[in-house]
Structure formats: C-alpha cells, structure tokens
C-alpha cells in the first residue's frame, strides 16, 4: 500500500474536486449574468433534454462509428507495425524513429497540416491522386458527411498509431525466444507460432491497447475543431467537439457538463467490458 | 525628465514590460505617483492588434505610458484561442485584465464590462460613424468602441471577369448571378467562401445575413424574437443555393476564411466576400498569384440594396479593473487620428475615424478604404445577441443543409427560425 | 541456424515484409515530408495545383522569420521542456511503484484500484478545465509552468501506471521467488531486479508521458497567459481569424518536434538495450 499511496494522494488532490465538481455542475443551470455566475439546481434536467436533442443523438451516432473503428483500425494497424518493427528486417533504428514522429507533431500544427492536404481546391492530396490517374476531378473529401467523418478517423489513426505500436513493440520484445524455439521444435509454422505464442503473450498489452484507444477515441476535439468545426451540418460533430461547444462558446455550463457526463459514462462502461472480457486472469492466478 | 527617459528605453525592449507591471512605482517622481499597470487582452497580428502588440507607433505608445504614468502588459493569444479565455475566466471570476479586445462578444459578457463608451469625448464620437455602436450597444448603453471599419465588400479577379465578359463589379443579384456563372469554368469558379464553420462572424450564418439584409430582411422583430421566416430570409438563402453552381464546391467544407481566401489569391476563383486585410493580402506576392488583378466593390444589391456585416472588432473595459480611467485613456489614445492613421499605413488595418479614412493618404495607401467607406453607407448589422454563437451555429447548420441539398430554403429557414426561437425562449 | 533463418522467414515472407515496410514508410513519412516542404515553400506555390515545386519557390524565410521574431517559441520550447521533463519524470517515479504493487503485491481490491485510477481519465479535460482553473487561480497559479506540469502528472500518472502494470503482471512470478531466497526485501527487489528488466516499457511509458505533455494544448490555453506559454499555443498563434501563416506554422511545428525526435533517438537505445537483456535471460 505504501508504494500505492503517493500516486492515489497526487490524483485525488488534483482531480477530486474538479471532478466532482463538473458532476454537480450537470445536475444546474449555469447562467453568467450580474457579473457573476449563477447557479440553479434543476436535478436531471439537462439529462432530459439531452435526450430530446437530436443533435445530440446525431453525435452519439457519430461517436460510436468513430471510436468502434477507430479502435478496430488502431489495433490492428498497429500490432502489423509492431511486427514489422520487430522482423530482422525492421530493427533499425530509422524506423523507430519514424514510427513516432506522426505522433511526435504538435496536434494543432498536424490538423492544420491535414487540413491543407485534404484542401478540395489546392490541397496535395488531389494533386497526387489526379496525376497517378486515380481521380479524374478534384473531390471534396471533407465535404459529403461520410467522407468527412473518415478522413477525420484516417488522420486520428495516423496519429494514434505511433505509440500504441510502440506499446506493442516493447510487448513483443517481452515474449520470450524459448517459447518461439519450442514451438519451432514442435513443428510449427509462423502463423502457429504467432497464434499460440505471440498473441497470448501479448494478451495484456493489447488489452491495455484497446482500453486507452477507446477513452482517447471518446474524446477526439481538436482534429473536428481544426478540420471541419463539426460540419458539414453537425455530420463531424463528435460527443468531446459538441461538449466543447456547448460549453465554451454557448457558456451553457450545466448543459456541457451533462455531456461530458455521459461521455464519462460510456467511457466507463465500455472500458470495464473490455478489461473484464481481455484482462489476462490466468497470469493473475499465478501470482 | 530623466525618469520617463529610462522608462521609455525599458519599454522600448518590449519584453520587459510584463515585468514592469510587478515592479513598485518606485521610479515614479511626486507629481505622477499614480503609477497604473493596465492589462490589456489582445489578439496577435496579423489579425487587428493594437500599438505596442503589433509594430505602429511604438514611440507614441512609448511617450503615452510615460505622460500618464502607466505601464502597458499585453496578453495576446491567436484571435480563435480569445473566446475560450475569456469565457473561462469570466465564468471563474477571476479576469485580470483592465481592457480586453472583443468581437461581437458584448452582450454575451455585459455583465463584466462598463459602459465606458458613452463617456468618451464628444469630438471623438462625432468622427465615429455612429452605426458602429451597434453592436456594442446594450440596453441603451454603450460598453465598447470599434476601433477598424472591418466591414464585408467584394474582392475580385479583375482579370477573370474581364474574360467572362464584364467590364466591372456586378451590381445586382442577377448580375451576380450571371457574372459568376460566366467564370465558371476550365476548372475556375465564380465564387468562393467559408461555409464550412457555422458559427460566429464570418461564419455561414453571417454570410446568409449578409443577403438577408440586401433582401431587405431581418433577423429579429421588435420583441427581439426572430423574425426572419420571410420571403426575404427565403430569398435570401435561395440565393446563396442558385450560387453554388458557379461556387467553388469545396467552400462548403472550409472551416475558415483563409481556405478560401487562398482559392481566390491562386487565381482559381473569381469572386468571394471578405475583410479589407484582403487588400494587402492579395498584393503581396509571396503569398498570392493575383497581385494587381485584383480590386474591390461594394457589394451587389438584393431587392432592398446592398448591405454587409461587421467585423466588430472593438476595446471593452471589464468591470473588475481598477484603472477605469486610465483604461478609457488607453482607448481613446488607440483611436487618436495618429495612430489610427499608422495603424491602416502600416498594418492595413482600417481606421474607424472618418476623418483618417477621408485622408488622400490614407486613400492612397489603402485603396479599398473608398470601397469600405461605401460600403458602410448601406446596411450592416451583425444581430449580435448574448446568445449569438448558438443562434449562428442554429441558422448556420440549417443554410448548410440547403446548401447541401438535402432541404429546400424554405424548409430550411422554416427550421432554423423554430431553432432561434427555442433558444430564446430558453434564455428567458 | 535454422531457427534464425525461421524468424527471416521464407522468401514470400520477406516480400511481405519488405512490402509492408515501404508502405509504413509511405504512411508515416508522407504527410511528414509534405509538413517540411510546405516549411521551406512560398505560400504561392502551395495553393497553385499541382503544387509548384520549382526551385525558385523555396525558401528558408519562414524558419528565419520564425527564429528571429518569435522569442516566443524560444521560450515556449524552454517552458515545454520543464513541463514535460517534470510531470515524466513524477509520473515514472509515482507510477512505477505504483503499478509494481498493484500488479505482484498483496494490495487489497487492486483490480478495482487500477480502475478507479483510470477512470479518472475518464471524463473529457473540457468538464474540468473551468472547475480546474478556479482552483488554480484561487492558489494564484495560473501562469505558472509547474502547475501546469502538476495538471499533466495527473493526466499522465493513470496511463503510466495502466502500461507499467500490465508489463509487470507478464514477469514469471519465479523471480521474485529466487530474490525472496537470496534475502532481498520487496524494495531491493523491486529496485535492483524488476526496474532494470522493465527497461522497455518504462521508455515506453516515458516516451508517451513526455510527448502527450509536450503537445498538451488545451489546459495550456486555459492555464497560461503569458510567461508559462508551451509550445503547441506558440504553434496555434501562426493561425489567427483572417490569415493563417501556415509556412511558419510549419517551420515552428519542425523545430518544435526536434527536442522529441532527439529523445526517440536515446530512448531507442534504452529500448534496444533492454531487448538485450531480455534476451540473455530468456
């Protein structure tokens, strides 16, 4: 418990209140008026209205498309990467090297960047593809509600697989040769092995994985704010840029924190589903 | 006066002057012992900053701070990054600053600023045109000065239109409508504009109101409900739909005015609305193809004439500070025909004295200034509210849609202004 | 040896592999290339389509123009620095621990522990920030970069422990056992056996406290003014209301991935070495 506390002492006192706080603050109606703030406890009455906003639902519908395939996309790319990476051919360092730097560019300046290639009229992306012939026009890609919407998931999973990758890598590099060569001598193939090996071993870290990946897929803003500010017609609006909104530029501070609540919420449930389901038990009963 | 010399050299570093403001008043003789630090919250240039935050009349600013002893700190954020500072701190209660820049942002945050502005000298408000209060103007009181004409007119290709077969600006909305059409083509369009952002000034419902007011229409009726499911704000939108033809199809996914201000400095399209920075901007040539193709118009008429917006950029004085005069000092320094006269020679940003537009080198320099001064002759409220960003982001999502499409302008404007009116009832 | 030629593969695997290697290369450094020539074009060649490459178009004004004007991002760098050198370094010496215990120790309800402590992550930054800062500026911190860097521990410290503890929990238990017999306590054990072996994820974990501090935007929006300001908000000024100045945008957002880029190159070495190790004792 000693080695545990610190850490415990140092979240509680810097996220307890501010917490609890945003909690409490959903349940009221938050008006700024008289050079101050006003308070009004109106119990779940965001919450119903919430309920009745189609907006909202619009952007939960948006939410659940882009984080269940971003996780999916994030995952899978990633632990491709981490083998590629962990291949005779991939341990150079250039590649670990490259395999961050995605990651690495500061979110404002990478959304822009993406902004500028996916530019219907000047941006590079056209331009590529009309002189490879793969396009005959130049599309609008954040202009139609679907396209949007994936482009927004491609350029988070751009930028999202650097370090789950990494986390992969340094979980493969954990799995023990001895097991390879065992099962080397037991005749099995590279997809045997990688079956029976590989993916047990590595059972934790992809459970880790696909945790995080979901709270921080719940949460994408600045990629919507920079790239399509939720348009066109609330098509990008995802639950994080509509409680941004709601909060920030309508000061409806009860309303936004209502939404920041059930974020919370199917952030909460959805991740205790996963460690329940992906959570390695067998290791923790050799303890 | 030893004193305000070295002060002034201080001042001169620029960096220091955060610094000063911790500093005792120590170096203040008996007569100024009133030493004040104002804090002022500002955007960065090249959006419209003040003497000091960007590069005009640093001496003046200089000797200002020495002759009413009182230091200067800036704050300045990227002009997107304001609104969510200020929200922050006003809803924390804790705003430190005596003058903050704000943009169609005064009713929503009166209850933290003074109504200053109706104690500024006579002589200055007489050369201010007296429209631009308007959206600085709360319950009768005036809580901010405008400090640039920043209103919406017509940039265009000359060279495009000449090649569409038009000699100069189109004047009404048919010909509008037909001049733009005739651009269209060899990959070229007619007409560029932001339409992807729906919210704010310069957003998509801004634009709309832009061609609410040339049909004639308005947003709100006299009970300050909304008022604009009318055959103008119908008119209005089919207008900006008959448009997208000869519109670059790509505006309606750019989230800023820089997306398509690029389109039009690339020569690939001919016409859109913007600000009068368009003027520089256009002629500079590292950033643009079309230096010297390019000129600017009053914008065409609807049925009732032509009309624009307002960029509001104005200087509000927050209820917390305790320099209250010093701060109004401040502000009408920023609006002295001097500076305002530097602030359009070198940053080209207009002034908002009528005087310093109607100087021959003010027109020289900046010749879309006549444009401007025109264009103000007609129409150009903003129908800023205390709700104004969830009422554009109502309207503005549903001009989307017809733009799109995917409903016709009446079913639009129908939606929209049952939208508004929920949101005003909500606010009580 | 075979078992080596084993983990080559055959020669369709090595296709493979070398066609998946060009296409993560593809993938990773397109976009990143296309952020350094739009850092050294004119602003004219990028909006021409295609965009006009020719030489006469480069330029290295925007990093000169960057460099020189923006004392800013000297000090936004500096302030980025401490913040992120702090809060890595506190969440690496708190969550270790941390995760050690959680994952081999008898704490009680460590499951739902470890929970709890992630779900702290999981109410969006946006609910907390206007609650957050009327703390902070009751304490008169705000402005100030070790609050900031107090704000991101708490961000970073969770995700630490949650990585750190499922790579503990993979160790065989018999190590510990076999420091039990030689007389070592759980802190000897845990300094001199487990934190060397867990090189990998402990860079791992650093690398992702360091970077996630480093681009942090919004607290940085909310809690700063002026002094304190990082990096990312010195990026965002290049992007006003009219103009954004993206060639400089650019250049700042290259200089400012250098200092991470430098650490990938130590860290990698960390993680490599550790691979080593792992190795000899496998």
Excluded at chain 2, 313 to 320: C, R, V, Y
Aim: proline share 6%; glycine share 8%; hydrophobic share 50%.
């Amino acid at each position: 418990m000693f080695f545990v506390a610190p850490a415990l002492i140092v979240l509680a006192a810097i996220l307890f209140y501010p917490i609890v706080d945003s909690v409490l603050l959903a349940l009221q109606r938050v008006q700024l008026a008289g050079g101050a703030v006003t308070q009004e406890w109106i119990g779940l009455g965001n919450f119903t209205r919430l309920f009745s906003d189609p907006v909202f639902w619009r952007a939960a519908l948006n939410t659940a498309y882009f984080s269940v395939m971003e996780v999916i996309l994030v995952t899978l790319i990633s632990l491709g990467v981490a083998l590629l990476l962990n291949h005779p051919f991939g341990r150079s360092g250039f590649f670990r090297i490259l395999l961050i730097i995605p990651w690495a560019i500061a979110p404002v300046a990478n959304a822009v960047l993406w902004k500028w290639i996916l530019n219907a009229n000047y941006g590079v992306l056209n331009a590529l593809l009309k002189s490879l012939g793969v396009i005959d026009y130049n599309q609008v890609w954040l202009g139609t509600p679907f396209s949007a919407l994936n482009f927004l998931l491609i350029v988070d999973v751009w930028k999202s697989v650097p370090f789950v990758a990494l986390l992969m890598l340094a979980g493969l590099q954990r799995v023990p040769q001895s097991l390879y060569r065992a099962a080397y001598m037991d005749g099995a193939g590279p997809w045997q092995s990688f079956l029976n090996v590989t993916l047990p071993t590595m059972r934790g870290v992809i459970a880790i994985a696909i945790v995080l990946q979901t709270i921080w897929s719940l949460r994408v803003f600045d990629l919507v704010f920079v790239l399509t500010r939720g348009g066109p017609a609330d098509a990008t609006a995802l639950l994080n840029f509509l409680a941004y909104r709601v909060t920030f530029n309508f000061l409806d501070l009860g309303y936004g924190s209502a939404i920041a609540n059930v974020i919370f919420a199917l952030t909460f449930v959805l991740a205790a589903l996963y460690v329940w389901l992906l959570w390695p038990r067998e290791i923790k009963g050799a303890r | 006066m030893v004193h305000n010399f070295n002060r002034r050299q201080f001042l001169g570093t620029g960096a220091l002057a955060g610094a000063m403001t911790t500093m005792p008043g120590w170096f203040e003789g008996g007569a100024k012992a009133q030493s004040a630090a104002l804090n002022v919250f500002s955007p960065l240039p090249p959006d419209p900053a003040p003497p000091g935050a960007a590069k005009f009349s640093e001496e003046a600013f200089a000797k200002w701070q020495a002759d009413n002893g009182a230091t200067v700190a800036y704050e300045t954020l990227a002009w997107p990054q304001l609104h969510d500072r200020m929200a922050t701190a006003f809803a924390s209660g804790a705003a430190p600053w005596d003058i903050t820049y704000n943009c169609g942002w005064v009713p929503e945050f009166e209850s933290f600023l003074t109504p200053y502005a109706d104690n500024l000298p006579k002589a200055l408000v007489d050369d201010l045109p007296a429209t631009s209060f308007a959206t600085t103007t709360v319950g009768g009181k005036r809580y901010g000065a405008v400090f640039t004409l920043s209103l919406l007119t017509l940039f265009y290709n000359k060279e495009l239109m000449e090649q569409a077969g038009f000699k100069e600006a189109p004047k009404t909305w048919d010909e509008f409508k037909a001049c733009a059409k005739e651009m269209t083509r060899d990959g070229r369009f007619g007409f560029v504009l932001n339409y992807g952002d729906p919210a704010g000034i310069g957003g998509t419902a801004s634009y709309w109101m832009v061609f609410l007011q040339q049909a004639g229409g308005k947003v709100y009726g006299e009970d300050g409900m909304p008022a604009f499911k009318s055959d103008e704000g119908v008119a209005a939108l089919q207008m900006m739909v008959d448009l997208m033809p000869s519109t670059d199809p790509g505006s309606i996914s750019y989230a800023g005015i820089n997306d398509a201000t690029n389109v039009l400095l690339a020569g690939r399209a001919g016409m859109m609305m913007n600000w009068p920075f368009m003027w520089n901007a256009g002629n500079d040539p590292k950033q643009s193809q079309i230096v010297g193709k390019m000129t600017s118009a009053v914008l065409p008429a609807g049925l009732k004439g032509s009309a624009s917006i307002d960029g509001t950029d104005a200087w509000t004085i927050t209820k917390a500070s305790k320099n209250q005069d010093k701060a109004q000092k401040l502000i009408e320094f920023y609006l002295d025909a001097e500076v305002q006269k530097r602030q359009v020679l070198d940053t080209g940003w207009l002034p908002i004295r009528l005087s310093v537009l109607a100087d021959p080198e003010v027109q020289a320099k900046a010749p879309n200034a006549a444009v401007v001064l025109e264009q103000a002759k007609h129409p150009y409220d903003s129908f800023v509210t205390a709700d104004y960003n969830q009422v554009t982001v109502a309207i503005g999502t549903e001009v989307q849609k017809a733009l799109q499409g995917s409903k016709t302008a009446a079913q639009a404007i129908a939606d929209a202004q049952d939208a508004v009116t929920a949101i005003v009832k909500r606010r009580g | 040896m075979t078992f080596a030629r084993l983990q080559q593969g055959g020669p369709l695997r090595q296709v493979m592999v070398i066609a998946g290697l060009i296409l993560f290369t593809c993938w990773s450094a397109g976009p990143v290339l296309w952020l350094i020539l739009s850092s050294v074009l004119e602003q004219k060649a990028l909006i021409a389509q295609p965009p006009d490459l020719s030489p006469r178009n480069f330029t290295l004004e925007n990093f000169s123009t960057v460099i020189g004007a923006a004392a800013s991002l000297g000090r936004g760098i500096v302030n980025s620095l401490i913040v992120a050198v702090f809060s890595t370094a506190l969440a690496l010496a708190l969550g270790a621990p941390a995760a050690y215990a959680l994952a081999r120790l008898p704490v009680p309800r460590a499951n739902n522990i470890s929970f709890l402590i992630l779900a702290t992550q999981m109410l969006p930054g946006i609910a907390i920030a206007i609650p957050l800062f009327i703390v902070i500026s009751r304490l008169g911190l705000i402005d100030n970069v070790l609050s900031l860097g107090v704000v991101y521990l708490s961000f970073n410290l969770p995700i630490v422990i949650w990585i750190l503890r499922g790579f503990f929990l993979g160790i065989p238990a018999g190590i510990e056992k076999a420091a039990a017999i030689d007389g070592a306590g759980i802190f000897a054990t845990f300094w001199h056996i487990i934190l060397p072996i867990s090189l990998p994820p402990l860079s791992a974990a650093a690398v992702f406290a360091f970077v996630e501090a480093w681009n942090e935007f919004f607290f940085a929006l909310i809690l700063t003014r002026q002094q304190a300001q990082t990096t990312p908000l010195v990026i965002a000024n290049f992007a006003g209301q009219y103009q954004t100045v993206f060639g400089q945008m650019m250049a700042a957002a290259v200089i400012s991935v250098a200092p991470v880029i430098l650490l990938a190159i130590l860290f990698r070495n960390q993680i490599i070495r550790g691979f080593a190790d792992g190795m000899m004792k496998g």
